[in-house]
Structure formats: structure tokens, C-alpha cells
């Protein structure tokens, strides 16, 4: 028995395209063939009108890891989501979902014109299956996410369209799920909502859940996922780190000349640790940078890292950035960034070395200032690193506490 | 694109981006081909199959709640008479009847009394709701288009949802008739205590029927229509306006072959005529009333066409977002 959250085994799918017979000439056999075996399942032959949907696919995803998708129309990624969520069982093979699942996909389709916003945050809340309590429970956060606290007493057909996708995705993001599949849902609302959307999906990441994310937004992969799959005509073609599987998706693979310092949209000017030269293991250390972003073509997939590596060793030992946090970098402009990094490491010396990153492509485009770290003796060290890294994002001039608007930390 | 088999050989023009990525597990894989003899996933038994529907009905108990909630808020949220809502429809049914049996008795001498009228109101319940949730739950699939097609939850909630809706519905008409019957000359007797197993017999055979008709709905687009038709004229029937025996014996029994007719006929009885529905009742002329056979006849058909229902209706669920 495997220990993965999601299993699918040589899956196949057949359906059926164009009109499907539906009068009644033909009930009693149809009725009676799906008495006797499992309807479609039965029959293994392809008939005229049908087709695989998909063919001997396979993969498994694991607390923790995340399941990119990609692949063009018709590939059969929605058959794939719609075997995950159990909507549709397969032709042949085998598919399992451990535990609740948390699918953002449809987010409102259980809502009701003529309820409220309220009454329909209880429908909707009980279709993906929670109960009465859970959601009363959450009722006020989810209002709160959702923005709308002046409106949840309206009918939802008064309200706009992104309120209503806002309120389908608040609902969504709160159901605690134990695999969490997710189907381009990220175009939810303005950019602000997106930015807290992501948000919410990076924190589900960063709590083990596993993900299952299809999209054609490649970059969005390469954020969240560690690996991905590529589908065409209803099997995998290719499957390896999201990088790669970009790669083989949109062909420019290895051969693409490195993007240069010059290119990236992003610059770090200056970085601040606001720590004596000797911490002791265990200590929360700010780490602030500055810098500033140019309109420029990349500059909506650049994401700001932190690596923290051991000078005796050169390994990096835990790094974050903007994107896996959540925080967006301005369009344009100044920023100021402040990171805190828990020093959960043994006793040694460190760098902290600051860098953009090219989400896309997974390359360094510009290398940031960095800064040197001796970390003491603390109380004992246990188990893996994890520097429990909280970001936040100032933008505007760099005069120290300035009144421009902070992005929640996530 | 294209049915053909070989028209998909061309699948494989994306390898050759791929073929020097070398990750694990990754990498590229062969064209694969369907091998029929490999054995499917062991098929579920019939019990397997059943409890499996119960579980997740029961675990999606809360959206059968919202569901039959939202039904309810809003057939009364836009209705003008709001709980009048409820009583109308019945009370439509007991004028006709009353409409119906002057016109039948005028002749006979045996004018209609407050006993038949009691008889008709009793019966006219029960029919309403069965018809009510009928129509409702057959197009309960067809009408959530978007909910069966994108999302997950045991599809047997909506038939359900709406057969709870008009049970409310019911309940509330129960209890007006509850304080009108006195006034008919109705009074209360042991044999009421009959009145809760037809209306759970009643139920279940509801439920049966609401299951099998959203799912033959769902399949066949037409049987919509032809579940109208039999609404309609079903009540011809069913005995609503009627009491078998006025048909004479060979009549009756035949009347009788319908599973609604025994609950119907049960509840008049038992309210009624506060007959003990365990002892058979025989006519002044011979015909036979009520014999316990016909309440064994009824639950057969409300056990056995609920446990049907509830196979086909989960054995096809998963084809629905398919077909619909």
C-alpha cells in the first residue's frame, strides 16, 4: 500500500462525443446494460463516436509535494480533474483520493440568485461537504476574505460578478481539505484578491497539503508545483520538475540563452540584517531589502529570494521568496522588503545571500547583495530547517517607516 | 479530431522535445496500447454497492439539509400566500373530488357526506405530495446542470432534497387537516397509530419512484413529459375521489394492483372509518375492502422498488456528468 494522498493507476477514460441517444426507444436496454455491469465500464472496444480521454495515466502526489498539469486543449486535463473529484470513475485502472478534497473548481455553482449572501455561504459550504458548526465556525473569517461584509445580507444576483467569484473562492479556501485540487481558479476577482488568493494556496502549501494544480499559467506552476506533467491527446508525454515539463511544453527547452542581469525587471539595491554579528541558534533575525522594479515584460513572474547557505559547506540550507509567501512585487517602483527568518540551524556561519528569480524559467536574472551570519550555541536543534519566514512588502521610497500601503503578511 | 485509433499516432511529435530530460521519475513514455484482457478493478456486489450509496449520502446529510432548505425558502420567499402555498394544491384536489362525487352520487340517491368528503380530504393529501414531489424531483438532475457536471456529492441529494421539500409541504397540510377533520365528523382512535407506517411506506415508495424517474430523465429527455401525462390522469387510477369497492369486486382488486392505492385506502380506513388494518373488511354487498394482504403488497413494492431505484440510481451516477 502506497502512502500517497493521490493515486492514480494506468488510468484509461473513454467517452463518448456528439449526440448521445436520448429517447426513450432506448432506455430499456441502456437501463438494462447498466443493471448488469457498470454502464460505460463494461465495454472495452471502441465504438464509433467514442475516444480515450486518456490513456494509461499515471501518477501519484504525496503530502507535501505538488502535481502541476499542463498540457494543451484537449489533452484531457479536465478529465483528469474530473476523475479526482469523483465526478466521472474510470474506464479501466484505478484513481484514490485520500481524504477530504478540496476542489477550486466551479466555485459558485451551488449558489442561489434569490438566497443571500449568508444563506448561500451555508448551501455552498455544505455541497463541498462541510457541516453546519465547521462553517458557522468560520463564517466570519470567510466574509472577511471574501471582502463583503457590508453585502452578505443581499441576495447574490444584486451582486457583481467578482464579489461573487470572491465569495466562491472565500468558501473554498476554508474548507481545511487534505488534497486540494486546484483548476485555473486563480483569475479570481482584481489583483489584489489574486495576490491573497495565492496567498492562501501558498500557506496550504507550506502546511503539507498536497496539491493538484492544472492551468495554463505556466509560471503559476512553476511556483507552487515540484513537479508536473505533461499531457497531449490524453497521455503523459512528459513528466519531471516543472521546469523541465515547461520546457517540453512550450519547446524553447535548454537551448534559450540565459536571461542576463539586465534583463530582469527587478533589482535589490541594498539588504539590512538586523542582527549583532553573533546570534544564538533559535533567533528571529529581520532581513530588509530595497529595491526597485521597471515595467518590463518579466517583471510579473520575478520573485525575490532569500537562500540561506553554510560558509563550510556551500549548501543552501533553507530558502523563501515573494511568490512561494504570497507577497506580490509592485508593478513599478520602489519596494521595501522585510523578512523574518528564525535561525533554526546548528550552530555555525552562515550567508544569506539575496537573489531574483525568473519563476518561469527557474533562472537567477540578477544577483542581490548578501550578508554573513554566525550563529552560536541556542537551545538544542531538532529535525529539518524550517526558518517559519514571515514577508512583508512596503512599496514606495525607501524612507524608513513610510506611510505606503502593507501587504498582510501571510 | 478524429475517432480513429491511428489518427493519434501523431501524439508523439512532443516526445522528441522531451527525449534528453532526464529527471526522475520522469522522462518520456511509450504510446500505449489497450490490452483488453487485463482485468478491471474487482466490480462492487450489490451490497457493496448499496451501502457505499448510503454512506455518502449520509455524509453529505448537511447539503441534503441546505438543499431541501433553499427548495423551501424559496418557493415561500416568492410566493404572495407564502404557507398558503402549502394547502393549496390539496385543497384543489379535495374541490374537484367533492366536484366529482356530487356529480357521481346525484343519481345513486347516496348524496355526498361528510364521510366521503372526510375520505376525499384524507386521500387528496397524500396524492398532492406524491404528485408534487414527482414532478419536482424528476427534473431535480436536468435542473442543477452545473452543480451534476462540476461538482462531487452523492447525486441521490437532489431527488431527495426536493421529495423533503414537499414533504414539508405535507406536513404542514397534516396539521390543517389535523383541526379541520373534526368538523367532518372525524374523530380520534387507536387505529391513527396506522397513520405513521403508510406515510413512511408512502414515503420510501416516493423516494423510489423520485430516484428512477431523475436518473430516466437525465438519460432520456422525454420522460419528463410522459411523467406530466401520468400525473395528470393518473388520479383516475389512484383512488382519490373514489373508494374501490364502489367499482365493485373484480374492479376493486384491480384498482388495488396500483402501490398507491393500498396506502391511500389504508389511511382512509384507519382515519376514517378507524379500522384496524390488520382485520380484513368485507362490504354490506360482498366486496372486499381491505385485506392485510394489500399492506404487505404495498411495503414489498416501497422495499423492494426503493432498493432498485437506489441500484440503478447509483450504478449509472457516475455517468451522469457524462450525459447530462
Known amino acids: 500500500m502506497s502512502d500517497a494522498s493521490v493515486s492514480f493507476r494506468r488510468v484509461w477514460k473513454k467517452f463518448r462525443y456528439g449526440e448521445i441517444h436520448n429517447s426513450l426507444r432506448d432506455l430499456l436496454p441502456a437501463l438494462g446494460r447498466r443493471l448488469i455491469g457498470r454502464g460505460v465500464r463494461s465495454s472495452h472496444d471502441l465504438e464509433s463516436g467514442d475516444f480515450w480521454a486518456l490513456r494509461d495515466v499515471s501518477f501519484e502526489v504525496r503530502p507535501g509535494e505538488a502535481l502541476g498539469i499542463i498540457g494543451p486543449n484537449g489533452a484531457g486535463k479536465s478529465t483528469v480533474l474530473k476523475l479526482l473529484t469523483r465526478i466521472v470513475r474510470p474506464t479501466r485502472g484505478g484513481c484514490t483520493v485520500r481524504g477530504r478534497i478540496g476542489a477550486l473548481i466551479e466555485l459558485s455553482a451551488g449558489f442561489h440568485p434569490d438566497l443571500t449572501g449568508r444563506e448561500n455561504v451555508f448551501l455552498q459550504g455544505s455541497i463541498m461537504g462541510m457541516h453546519r458548526r465547521e462553517i458557522a465556525a468560520k463564517f466570519d473569517e470567510i466574509v472577511e476574505f471574501a471582502g463583503i461584509p457590508d453585502f452578505i445580507d443581499t441576495p447574490v444576483k444584486r451582486y457583481s460578478s467578482g464579489m461573487h467569484a470572491r465569495l466562491g473562492f472565500a468558501i473554498a479556501a476554508h474548507l481545511d481539505p487534505d488534497v486540494l485540487i486546484i483548476d485555473e481558479v486563480l483569475a479570481v476577482g482584481d489583483a489584489a484578491f489574486q495576490q491573497k488568493a495565492f496567498g492562501r494556496i501558498a500557506e496550504m502549501r507550506r502546511q503539507q497539503v498536497p496539491l493538484v494544480v492544472v492551468s495554463h499559467q505556466l509560471d503559476r506552476i512553476a511556483q507552487l508545483c515540484t513537479k508536473a506533467i505533461l499531457l497531449n491527446r490524453g497521455r503523459v508525454v512528459h513528466s519531471g520538475t516543472p521546469r523541465e515539463t515547461i520546457a517540453a511544453y512550450v519547446g524553447t527547452g535548454e537551448s534559450t540563452a540565459d536571461p542576463i542581469a539586465g534583463d530582469a525587471a527587478t533589482r535589490i539595491d541594498s539588504m539590512i540584517v538586523n542582527a549583532p554579528d553573533q546570534v544564538p541558534s533559535g533567533t528571529v533575525i529581520t532581513v530588509t531589502l530595497t529595491g526597485t522594479v521597471r515595467p518590463h515584460w518579466t517583471g510579473t513572474r520575478e520573485s525575490v529570494v532569500l537562500r540561506v547557505a553554510s560558509v563550510e559547506t556551500g549548501t543552501t540550507v533553507f530558502s523563501t521568496d515573494t511568490a512561494l509567501s504570497g507577497v506580490a512585487l509592485p508593478y513599478a517602483g520602489p519596494f521595501t522588503l522585510e523578512m523574518d527568518l528564525q535561525l533554526n540551524v546548528p550552530a555555525n556561519v552562515y550567508t544569506i545571500q539575496s537573489l531574483v528569480l525568473d519563476t518561469l524559467t527557474s533562472r537567477e536574472v540578477f544577483p542581490g547583495p548578501g550578508a554573513q551570519i554566525d550563529v552560536g550555541e541556542g537551545p538544542p536543534f531538532v529535525g529539518s530547517v524550517q526558518m517559519n519566514p514571515r514577508v512583508r512588502m512596503r512599496e514606495g521610497e525607501h524612507a524608513g517607516a513610510s506611510s505606503g500601503g502593507i501587504t498582510p503578511v501571510v | ?324
Not at chain 2, 78 to 96: C, H, K
Not at chain 2, 144 to 149: G, R, Y
Not at chain 2, 285 to 304: E, N
Not at chain 2, 316 to 323: G, I, K, L, T
Request: aromatic content about 12%.
Open chain 2, 1 to 324: 479530431m478524429t475517432p480513429a485509433a491511428d489518427g493519434r499516432a501523431t501524439a508523439v511529435d512532443l516526445d522528441s522535445r522531451s527525449a534528453n530530460a532526464q529527471a526522475p521519475p520522469s522522462g518520456r513514455s511509450p504510446e500505449p496500447s489497450y490490452d483488453p484482457a487485463v482485468d478491471d478493478e474487482p466490480s462492487p456486489t450489490y451490497g457493496q454497492d448499496l451501502r457505499e450509496a448510503a454512506t455518502e449520502l449520509w455524509r453529505f446529510r448537511e447539503m441534503l439539509y441546505q438543499l431541501t432548505l433553499r427548495d423551501v425558502r424559496i418557493r415561500y420567499k416568492q410566493a404572495v400566500i407564502g404557507f398558503g402555498w402549502a394547502l393549496l394544491m390539496p385543497a384543489l384536489v379535495v374541490l374537484s373530488g367533492c366536484v366529482v362525487r356530487y356529480a357521481m352520487t346525484r343519481r345513486s340517491g347516496a348524496l355526498l357526506d361528510l364521510a366521503g368528503i372526510a375520505s376525499i380530504s384524507v386521500k387528496a393529501l397524500p396524492w398532492s405530495f406524491f404528485v408534487g414531489t414527482i414532478s419536482f424531483a424528476t427534473q431535480s438532475l436536468t435542473g442543477n446542470l452545473q452543480l451534476v457536471s462540476k461538482v462531487y456529492f452523492p447525486r441521490a441529494v437532489l431527488p431527495l432534497a426536493a421529495t423533503f421539500g414537499q414533504a414539508f409541504d405535507a406536513a404542514i397540510g397534516a396539521i390543517v387537516l389535523a383541526f379541520v377533520l373534526p368538523f367532518l365528523g372525524v374523530h380520534a382512535s387507536v387505529a391513527l397509530l396506522w397513520v405513521p407506517v403508510l406515510a413512511l411506506l408512502l414515503f420510501l415508495l416516493t423516494v423510489a419512484a423520485s430516484l428512477f424517474l431523475s436518473c430516466a430523465n437525465l438519460f432520456f429527455r422525454d420522460v419528463k413529459y410522459i411523467v406530466q401525462v401520468m400525473l395528470t390522469f393518473g388520479i383516475f387510477f389512484t383512488p382519490v375521489f373514489f373508494d374501490p369497492e364502489m367499482m365493485g369486486s373484480r374492479l376493486a382488486r384491480l384498482v388495488m394492483l396500483n402501490p398507491l392505492s393500498p396506502l391511500l385506502e389504508g389511511l382512509r380506513l384507519a382515519i376514517v372509518d378507524q379500522h384496524d388494518l390488520l382485520v380484513p373488511l368485507v362490504a354490506a354487498d360482498g366486496v372486499l375492502v381491505w385485506s392485510p394482504a394489500y399492506l404487505a403488497y404495498a411495503t414489498l413494492w416501497a422495499i423492494v422498488g426503493l432498493a432498485a431505484s437506489a441500484m440503478i440510481f447509483h450504478r449509472s451516477e457516475f455517468v451522469f456528468a457524462e450525459y447530462i
